[in-house]
């Protein structure tokens, strides 16, 4: 990766998180701090990694992705009309009632949302049945899922593991945000689910474990799991982040998971973006 990739990237993930507080801002509710703490991730992904095309969003031969987390929709919603699928300015329509952004992904109503998920623990299943899917068209499409580390006290996550392994489906990529933090409070505190890299591993992944917000580890990460295909494992990527990354006072606190800023706290947060970007841009 250039210096200039790697600016131009940690530019765009700056305006990925504008949007995540202009979004929750404008729907006094929504999930502001997973949604900052996978913005990198967010980034990465649609700008350099998946193979898609937003002025044709149902192309066949796209990758797929999943938010299994579905409550973080503020993070994928800013990514997704930063990269062109809808005008960004929707964004403040959030949640409200006659607005196609609600509170979590809607593949029916959002353009670029391949999977309408929310319920915790069953999206990894569904992007698991695109990869198997594309397998069995013979098609060179990869499948890619975003986990919370919270959500990884679901059952069915570990069902969708074993059947990715099973089935040899190395054209899925699992990618889990350990941001430490759920709704209740630290995740080793509700259900301590440690140690996760040695549970996917068992389960028969590849497991790359990486800074979330370092996009040179991103990027070698994501050349690990091609570096894969063939090999008939699924590769999972465990990204040890900070929740609310990038606004200060959201930063490794829990009661950010599901509240909203006001006035005074979203003028504070897009002071401390712009900050960011100023910084990059010298």
């Given at each position: 990766?250039?210096?200039?990739?790697?600016?131009?990237?940690?530019?765009?993930?700056?305006?990925?998180?504008?949007?995540?507080?202009?979004?929750?801002?404008?729907?006094?509710?929504?999930?502001?701090?997973?949604?900052?703490?996978?913005?990198?991730?967010?980034?990465?992904?649609?700008?350099?990694?998946?193979?898609?095309?937003?002025?044709?969003?149902?192309?066949?031969?796209?990758?797929?992705?999943?938010?299994?987390?579905?409550?973080?929709?503020?993070?994928?919603?800013?990514?997704?009309?930063?990269?062109?699928?809808?005008?960004?300015?929707?964004?403040?329509?959030?949640?409200?009632?006659?607005?196609?952004?609600?509170?979590?992904?809607?593949?029916?109503?959002?353009?670029?949302?391949?999977?309408?998920?929310?319920?915790?623990?069953?999206?990894?299943?569904?992007?698991?049945?695109?990869?198997?899917?594309?397998?069995?068209?013979?098609?060179?499409?990869?499948?890619?899922?975003?986990?919370?580390?919270?959500?990884?006290?679901?059952?069915?996550?570990?069902?969708?593991?074993?059947?990715?392994?099973?089935?040899?489906?190395?054209?899925?990529?699992?990618?889990?945000?350990?941001?430490?933090?759920?709704?209740?409070?630290?995740?080793?505190?509700?259900?301590?689910?440690?140690?996760v890299d040695e549970k996917f591993a068992a389960f028969g992944c590849d497991v790359v474990k990486i800074d979330g917000h370092d996009f040179e580890q991103i990027e070698a990460a994501f050349a690990r799991f091609h570096a894969n295909k063939g090999s008939g494992r699924p590769t999972c990527i465990l990204m040890?982040?900070?929740?609310?990354?990038?606004?200060?006072?959201?930063?490794?606190?829990?009661?950010?998971?599901?509240?909203?800023?006001?006035?005074?706290?979203?003028?504070?947060?897009?002071?401390?973006?712009?900050?960011?970007?100023?910084?990059?841009?010298?």
């Amino acid at each position: 990766m250039t210096p200039e990739e790697k600016r131009s990237l940690q530019l765009t993930a700056v305006s990925v998180r504008e949007g995540i507080l202009t979004s929750t801002h404008g729907a006094k509710a929504g999930h502001p701090g997973g949604s900052l703490s996978a913005a990198d991730m967010f980034t990465y992904l649609y700008f350099k990694e998946m193979r898609i095309d937003p002025r044709n969003p149902r192309w066949e031969d796209r990758d797929r992705f999943v938010l299994s987390k579905g409550h973080t929709a503020p993070g994928l919603y800013s990514a997704l009309a930063h990269r062109g699928y809808f005008p960004v300015e929707d964004l403040p329509t959030l949640r409200h009632i006659d607005s196609y952004l609600q509170g979590h992904p809607n593949m029916n109503t959002v353009p670029g949302v391949d999977m309408s998920t929310g319920s915790l623990g069953q999206g990894l299943s569904a992007a698991a049945g695109m990869a198997k899917g594309a397998k069995h068209l013979g098609k060179d499409i990869n499948a890619y899922s975003l986990l919370g580390d919270g959500e990884l006290a679901e059952g069915q996550i570990w069902e969708a593991t074993m059947f990715a392994a099973h089935y040899k489906l190395d054209n899925l990529c699992i990618i889990a945000d350990i941001n430490g933090l759920q709704i209740d409070g630290r995740t080793r505190d509700v259900m301590n689910t440690e140690p996760v890299d040695e549970k996917f591993a068992a389960f028969g992944c590849d497991v790359v474990k990486i800074d979330g917000h370092d996009f040179e580890q991103i990027e070698a990460a994501f050349a690990r799991f091609h570096a894969n295909k063939g090999s008939g494992r699924p590769t999972c990527i465990l990204m040890k982040t900070t929740k609310g990354k990038g606004v200060s006072y959201m930063e490794d606190n829990a009661g950010w998971h599901g509240k909203a800023p006001n006035d005074e706290e979203y003028a504070k947060g897009m002071e401390e973006l712009s900050e960011a970007r100023k910084a990059l841009e010298v």
